[in-house]
C-alpha cells in the first residue's frame, strides 16, 4: 500500500524543517564557540600585558609600566587583568611623569674630564634656564661651571658669552634657592680676556646648597649697567662626576 500523496507532503515538510532547525542549531553553536574562544583569546593577550606591566613594576621601569598599564586598559578594558591594575596604576603615571622630568633634569648637565698639568680637570657645567641681555650684541644663556683642577683647586663660575660682569676687584652677587630668599656670596672678576668668568668665592657653600635644589637663582652686576638674573635647573646635578665634593 503506498502512501497518499498528502502524507508524502507532510513527511517532506517535517524534514526540511528538522534540517533547518539542526541548521540554525549548528550555527548558533559555533557563533557561541568562537565568542568564547574570542574572549578567552582577549583574556590571554591581557593576562600577558599585566604580567609585563607588573614586571615594569618590580623592576622599578615606571615609564615602560605606564606605557604597559595604558595599553592594558586601553584595548582589554572590563578583563580581570585591566580590572587588576587600574586602582595602580594613577600612582605608577605620576613616578614615570617625575622619572622622565629627572632625566630632563639630568641632560642639562654636562660633564668634562680632561688632562691638566699633572692631573685632570673635571667640571660639571649647565646654561642658564633662559637669554638675558648682558651687553653684548644679543640675549644669550650664562653658564655656570664648577671646576676641579689639579693646579688651580676647586671653583665655581659664571661664564658669560658677552658683555661683561661689573665685579673687577669683587662685588655681591644675590643667590637663592627654589623658593628660599637670596643671600649675598661674595664673588669677583679676574683680570683676564681668556674668558668672561666670574668666580663665587665659597663655591663650596655654593655646592652644598645646590645639591638639595631644584632651582638656583644667581642675581649678578653687569658693566651694561644695573644687575642680572638668571635660573638654572640643577636638580638633576650628578655629584658622582665630580668625586670629593659631596
Avoid at 549548528?26 to 590571554?44: G, L, S, V
Avoid at 654636562?110 to 680637570?121: D, I, L, S
Wanted: aromatic share 6%.
Amino acid at each position: 500500500m503506498h502512501p497518499s500523496p498528502s502524507r508524502l507532503v507532510l513527511s517532506a515538510l517535517l524534514c526540511a524543517t528538522l534540517a533547518a532547525t539542526t541548521a540554525c542549531t549548528d550555527r548558533e553553536a559555533q557563533r557561541q564557540a568562537q565568542a568564547a574562544a574570542e574572549a578567552a583569546a582577549k583574556e590571554q593577550a591581557a593576562a600577558q600585558l599585566q604580567r609585563e606591566y607588573e614586571a615594569a613594576v618590580t623592576a622599578s621601569n615606571w615609564e615602560l609600566a605606564r606605557v604597559h598599564g595604558a595599553a592594558l586598559l586601553a584595548q582589554y578594558p572590563g578583563t580581570p587583568a585591566a580590572d587588576a591594575i587600574e586602582p595602580g596604576l594613577a600612582e605608577v603615571t605620576a613616578k614615570a611623569d617625575a622619572a622622565r622630568e629627572q632625566r630632563r633634569l639630568a641632560a642639562l648637565w654636562n660633564y668634562a674630564r680632561v688632562a691638566a698639568g699633572k692631573g685632570e680637570q673635571r667640571s660639571a657645567a649647565i646654561f642658564s634656564r633662559e637669554p638675558v641681555d648682558t651687553g653684548g650684541s644679543a640675549p644669550a644663556t650664562v653658564q655656570l661651571v664648577i671646576r676641579d683642577h689639579p693646579e688651580w683647586k676647586r671653583s665655581a663660575y659664571l661664564v658669560l658669552q658677552g658683555g661683561d660682569f661689573d665685579c673687577y676687584g669683587g662685588c655681591k652677587v644675590k643667590v637663592a634657592l627654589d623658593n628660599e630668599l637670596a643671600r649675598p656670596m661674595s664673588a669677583w672678576r679676574p683680570k683676564t680676556d681668556e674668558a668672561i668668568a666670574m668666580f663665587i668665592e665659597d663655591y663650596s657653600g655654593l655646592w652644598k646648597r645646590m645639591r638639595r635644589a631644584q632651582v638656583l637663582t644667581i642675581e649678578f652686576p653687569v658693566k651694561a649697567g644695573g644687575t642680572r638674573t638668571v635660573q638654572f635647573e640643577v636638580g638633576g646635578l650628578d655629584g658622582q662626576q665630580m668625586p670629593g665634593w659631596d
